[in-house]
Structure formats: C-alpha cells, structure tokens
C-alpha cells in the first residue's frame, strides 16, 4: 500500500470530528437552506406545525367596541327608561335620545351613542321601571383595535402551532394557517444481534431504539407511520444499501442506528457511498456519541433527503438526536436556531477532556438548578428515564457547583416547544 493510499483509509477511518456546537450549526443551516414546502392546513390540522408566514389578524381586535360586563348601556343622565336588550351576535340600532339604556350582555356590540355601562349587580329599578346608579369612571367596553389593529403581525413565520395560536388565528378570522409541511422521516435499525421482543440473553441485546426513535422524531414534529421503522436490517452492505435507498424514497429524513464507526459489520459509511451522499457532519467532538453523523442526498429532481446515523448505544443515540437532528429539524420546519437555556449546576459535573460533555441532568425549573444522574453511561438508560436534559460541559472545562451551564432540554410531550 502507497504512502498516499494509506494516509487516505486512515483519514476515512479517522475524520476529524467537529466541535459540538459548530457542529449544530451547520446541520441547522443545511436544514433551512431545505426548508420543507408551505401548505394550507385547516385550523382543526395545523397543531404541531411551524407558521410558514407572519399570523396578521383581519380585522381589528376586537372588531367592534364589546361590552365587558352584563348591564346597562346608558345615554345621557339616569334615571334611564329601558328602550331595549343587546345579546351577542347581534347589531343593535344606535342609543339616539338622552335618558334611555338597553340592557347589554357581556361580549355583545355597545350601541353608537352609548356614554357609559352601568353593572347590573350595582343597579337598581325606580317604581316607574326605570333604571338608576351610578356607573363607573372606568370604560366597561373593550375598543376597537384594543388588542391589536387590522393587519397587524401578531406572530412572526417560524412560530410553532399550538393551541393558543390556533385560538388567536381563529380570533383574527383565520379559516386556514400557511405553515410548513411537516418532516417525514424513517427508522433503520442495524443489528443482527438486536431482539425485537422477550428479555435479553444468549449474546443478543433488546432493540431499545427501535421503539423509541419514532417516539423523539414525533417530539420533534415530524410524521413517522408503522411502517417507517424498519429492521433490524441484515448486517450485509447490499441489505443496507436496499434498505436505504428505499426509506429515502419516502423520507425527508430517515435517521439508522449503530454501524456509525468502520467494524466489520459497520456498513453504514459504504452505504452513503454508494447512494451518492455528502456529509454534512462525521463524528463530533462529543461525549458519549461522538461517532454521529449526518450526511446529504440531493436527487436529480434537486430534492434534498437527509440520513443521520446514529450510534448503536442508546443513551449515545439520544445525544445524537438532540445535537444534530433537533437543530436539523428546526431548520427544516423554518423555526430559529435552537437557544439553549442556562442553568446553575447544584452538583459538580466532570469533563471529558478535549471533547464537550453531555451529562444527563434533572432540571428544577423553580430553582434553575441542575442535579447531574446516576446511570448515565452510553449504554444505559435507566438515567435517561429520569432525565430533563444534558448539561453542556464545554471542552477543557468540568462543571463546578454554582457555575453557570448550557442544558439541552428533552422535549416532553408530542409538539412541546422543547428549545
């Protein structure tokens, strides 16, 4: 073998990893450089989506001056003769002559001419039937344009969809949102010693990923379907090829587990090869996980597919998700860079040398503390179970009680903002 030949296996072998937080910001610039197509989506469908335009109401807000109480819209001086009532829903004629009031229910439309809204609980009747007090200095009806003037950006595009901006866009008059179609993406599981059902035993291991890769992708707002997960895969490079090529003719991501470094059964990296792909990132500087990756299909129609290959441990393949598939995601949905919390770590944290350290924390959001876990090797994941977060360890540092850190939060509840 030349000098030439051998110097190039072993920087195949050996890439120079990326440094964990260049690392996200790469795979997010790719993601929004692709950012999926907008769509139309009914109000009822859009939760869990991302705002593909600014959300501008239609109207003012409210579009009308609107009683804020139930009572009496009075004109002029009191005693009032009652001339009227005014629901919601309805248009009511103009107060015209002094001394007359309609009684009014809250959110109904207040009469031109009305002066002031007196509370029905602070009135009283005269024996002629005319209505008497005194009402409030106070307006008792909400303006026009009081919350916000027609056409006004309300929320900017890259906002996520939840029901609270659902209400505020059927609020505005909104009957459908511009957002972003939401990522597809697909499950490989490598392995031929992976168990997909029963205890462990026998030299072979239970798929933990399987099961639990789909349920992060959902977490993170992409669409993965039953028959998105698939393995585990014959550990042959023609199986992995096949089994690639055929995910990514649906996926807009498909994410593989194990097979990330150059074993003998690793065939991930002769895969990317053979299907054309460029790395986007090839190992990170990162501890556990460092054998990550995240590579770039482009086809000849120009779409753009992305393949992240997570490492075979579990915890390893979670940090994994959270450093290079979040941010990716992100992108792909047109939301911002992920900004990541600080908190106080309440324990010490060891570093891990050169490499930045993601230590499985719980989180106390009262207190803005971290408490760093036990059970947190790449293997396990009893710590993960119980787990917030990753603390940031930044590289040639370790984590000192009261110092100030970076943590990466795990989304908790489909469609949670978790950045």
Sequence with gaps: MSTETAAAVAQVAAPQPAAWEEARSRVYAVGLAAALPAVDRPLADADGHTLAEPLA?????????????????????????????????????????????????????????????????????????????????????????????????????????????????????????????????????????????????????????????????????????????????????????????????????????????????DHLHPTLEALGADYVVNTVAVRPGFPMLLARLVDDEGRVRFVAGLPGNPQSAVVALVSLVAPLLAGLQGRPMPVLPQVTLAESIPGRGDYTHLALVRWDRVAGTAHPLRHVGSAMLRGLAGADGFAVIRPGASGEVGDQVSVVPLPLLPGERAW
């Design 57 to 265: 109401t239609r109207t003012h807000l409210p579009a009308f001056p609107t009683s804020s109480v139930d009572g009496w819209a009075v004109r002029g001086d009191g005693p009032w003769q009652v001339v009227g009532r005014v629901l919601a829903g309805q248009t009511p004629p103009p107060l015209s002559t002094d001394g007359t009031t309609v009684e009014i229910a809250t959110g109904a439309m207040v009469p031109e001419g009305t002066a002031a809204i007196l509370r029905i609980e602070e009135s009283t009747r005269t024996a002629d039937g005319r209505v008497d007090g005194t009402p409030r200095p106070s307006l008792e009806w909400r303006e026009p344009g009081e919350e916000a003037s027609a056409g006004e950006e309300l929320l900017p595009a890259g906002t996520p969809v939840d029901p609270a901006l659902i209400g505020l866009a059927a609020s505005c008059g909104h009957d459908t949102l511009r957002v972003r179609r939401q990522p597809r993406a697909a499950v490989l599981v490598f392995g031929d010693e992976l168990l997909t059902s029963g205890p462990p035993g026998a030299g072979r291991v239970r798929d933990a990923l399987g099961p639990a890769v789909p349920a992060w992708l959902r977490r993170y707002g992409c669409q993965v379907r039953p028959g998105d997960v698939i393995g585990p895969v014959a550990d042959t490079l023609p199986a992995h090829v096949a089994a690639l090529r055929g995910a990514l003719a649906t996926a807009d991501l498909v994410c593989t587990t194990g097979g990330t470094m150059h074993g003998p059964v």
